[in-house]
Every structure is written in structure tokens, then in C-alpha cells.
């Protein structure tokens, strides 16, 4: 079961605008970021040849389709990690 958008996964978002029809966003979830205090998704919306990057307020999100869902890399503890002084 899915619980959080994934780095990495394939999403087609479905967000308000300011005309009568919504704005359709296809790509690879970059990650996450904030404009002013409000939270955003970054969204690569390129070809493999051309970047092109696209950033979404959450407020505007109506809603998303999960098109492939990657694994999430496991984090590295920092207890794992040893440092010399």
C-alpha cells in the first residue's frame, strides 16, 4: 500500500488554475520545496533529452494518479556513521 509520494515515481497531477479548465502536469517527482511558507512539489515535466521543471503549490493539487511507483531508497542512519577527530 502506498502512503507518500516517492523521489523518482512517475505522476500525472491534476491542479486548479485560474481559468475554467485545470492544468494537467505529466512527469518524475523531483522532490519537495516551499514558496514563500506555502509547500510545493517539484515536477520534471521534460523529455530525457530536454530538463524541464515545473513547481506545484499542494494547495492547488485536486488530485494525482500514481503512474509508477518506485521504491524508496533506504536512509542511512547517522548512528552508522563514525567520525574521527
Keep these: 500500500m502506498m502512503t507518500h509520494l ?3 515515481s512517475r505522476y ?3 491542479s486548479a488554475s485560474s481559468t475554467e479548465e485545470n492544468v494537467v502536469s505529466e512527469g518524475i517527482l523531483e522532490g519537495f520545496l516551499t514558496m514563500g511558507e506555502e ?11 530536454n530538463e524541464k521543471l515545473r513547481i506545484i503549490p499542494v494547495s492547488t493539487i485536486l488530485y494525482v494518479d500514481v503512474l509508477e511507483q518506485t521504491e524508496e531508497k533506504e536512509k542511512q542512519e547517522k548512528g ?3 567520525y574521527i577527530s
Excluded: M, Y
Excluded at 42 to 48: A, D, F, K, Q, Y
Design 6 to 8: 516517492t523521489k523518482g
Design 12 to 14: 500525472r497531477i491534476f
Design 39 to 49: 509547500p510545493a512539489i517539484l515536477l520534471n515535466i521534460g523529455t530525457s533529452k
Design 80 to 82: 552508522d556513521v563514525n
